[in-house]
């Protein structure tokens, strides 16, 4: 008898027809005597909305009000789907993530898992249950309910197929694996067969929203094999494993864009040792990642400064400027710029460590497409370039079709 994760995102359970199709694909698993242990996400949409709520009684919420609020959203989905399964006859019950044993740390809106102790979903599933947890969520060892970051039920089902020594783990998505860029963005991207983990962590880091970049994290560390596929239909899926000699030779992977980037630029920022840590230690202080930095070369003789740029999610730009306002006496720097209107194209492939000229065919690519570049970063396995929103897409188009048609 083996022991499945299936994990559902919100697309998947968007309505009740959509809860019952779930329901049967569980069935079919079911049926050849797994035991079934089911993730799921809110249904579409759900979050979203709460989260426009909230904001509109409060622009900044309490994050720990904002954990309790969001986690009502898998809290319904698991319930119904308990009930959808109920309904045809298999015996089925839900759990929150607190009651699956899954225990963070207390950083509200981007947990971590410290540790699981499932000690209810064996009992569950011994009894002869579909034993449903509900995705995003876990608490505090003090009782605190916590999210694990947007996307999370992904961290969720990876984390539990780790802890329950799953035998398989597959994501259900709306569409049918990882694809080469995101096909609703550039209709010729494809579907890959297999991804390595760091590639994957690299597209999903990067915007490649189909997993959540600190789930492949997590798979990667423990490793946990696990298939992307689609709930929709049985076409095979993606298989995202460790790497193997053979994926060396594809140069490049894939590509992603990421949207909900924001860039800001501290402009007149003393040229003196210690401006950045103190800079960056603040941010860091207040739970704000930091991505790509650029720090352009001194002016002024002299009181000689450098403007100091750096991206970051957008849903942090409005607390990063609070933070900076707040140390511009301190640190005596002139402005702080924000500019939402951004977005970051990356390319990513393992060939790359071993090709050259990759990043001048990206910069031929964009400089033909009219677009300019406003960072740039590269890494062993991945080429990313801040680039101005409105020509973004086309970008994303002309980049993938120049690697990867
Ligand atoms: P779920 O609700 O199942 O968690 P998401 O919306 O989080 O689903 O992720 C699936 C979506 O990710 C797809 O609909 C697709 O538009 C998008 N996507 C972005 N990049 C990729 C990619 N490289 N391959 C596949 N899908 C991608
Ligand atoms: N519902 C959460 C979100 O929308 C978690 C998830 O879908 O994985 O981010
Ligand atoms: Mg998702």
Request: hydrophobic content about 45%; aromatic content about 4%.
């Amino acid at each position: 008898m083996a022991l499945i994760v299936q994990k559902f995102g919100g697309s998947s359970v968007a309505d009740i027809d959509r809860i019952r199709n779930v329901a049967n694909r569980v069935v079919e698993y079911r049926h050849r005597g797994d035991q079934v242990v089911v993730v799921v996400s809110a249904m579409k949409g759900v979050t979203d909305n709460l989260i426009d709520m909230a904001k509109s009684l409060m622009p900044v919420p309490s994050e720990r009000e904002m954990d309790m609020l969001l986690a009502t959203g898998e809290q319904t989905t698991i319930a119904l789907l308990a009930i959808a399964l109920q309904s045809m006859d298999i015996p089925a019950a839900s759990l929150t993530g607190a009651q699956a044993g899954i225990v963070t740390d207390g950083v509200h809106s981007k947990a971590k898992i410290r540790n699981i102790t499932p000690k209810k979903i064996h009992a569950l599933l011994d009894a002869g249950n579909v034993t449903i947890v509900a995705g995003f969520q876990g608490e505090t060892s003090e009782g605190h309910i916590t999210t694990l970051g947007r996307g999370g039920s992904d961290l969720t089902a990876i984390a539990l197929a780790s802890a329950l020594k799953a035998d398989l783990c597959q994501i259900f998505t709306d569409v049918d694996g990882v694809y080469t860029c995101d096909p609703r963005l550039v209709p010729t991207a494809k579907k890959l067969e297999e991804v390595s983990y760091d590639e994957m962590l690299e597209l999903a880091s990067l915007g490649a929203r189909v997993m959540q970049s600190r789930s492949v994290e997590f798979a990667k560390k423990f490793g946990v094999i696990f298939e992307v596929r689609s709930s929709l239909n049985d076409n095979p899926g993606t298989l995202v494993k460790e790497e193997t000699q053979s994926m060396e030779d594809v140069v490049i992977r894939g590509v992603s864009l990421d949207k909900n980037q924001a860039k800001v630029t501290l402009i007149g920022v003393p040229d003196e040792p210690g401006m950045a840590a103190r800079v960056f230690q603040q941010l860091a202080g207040s739970a704000i990642n930091v991505d790509m930095i650029v720090q352009n070369v001194s002016h002024g003789t002299d009181t000689p400064s450098t403007d100091l740029s750096f991206t970051l999610d957008k849903p942090d730009m409005a607390k990063a400027q609070n933070v900076l306002e707040g140390m511009r006496g301190e640190i005596g720097f002139a402005d702080v710029l924000a500019d939402e209107n951004i977005g970051k194209l990356s390319i990513v492939g393992v060939g790359m460590r071993s090709h050259s000229g990759i990043a001048a065919k990206v910069f031929e690519v964009l400089a033909a497409a009219g677009v300019n570049i406003q960072m740039i970063s590269t890494s062993e396995i991945k080429i990313s370039v801040v680039i101005a929103i409105e020509k973004a897409e086309e970008a994303t188009r002309a980049v993938h079709d120049a690697f990867l048609s």
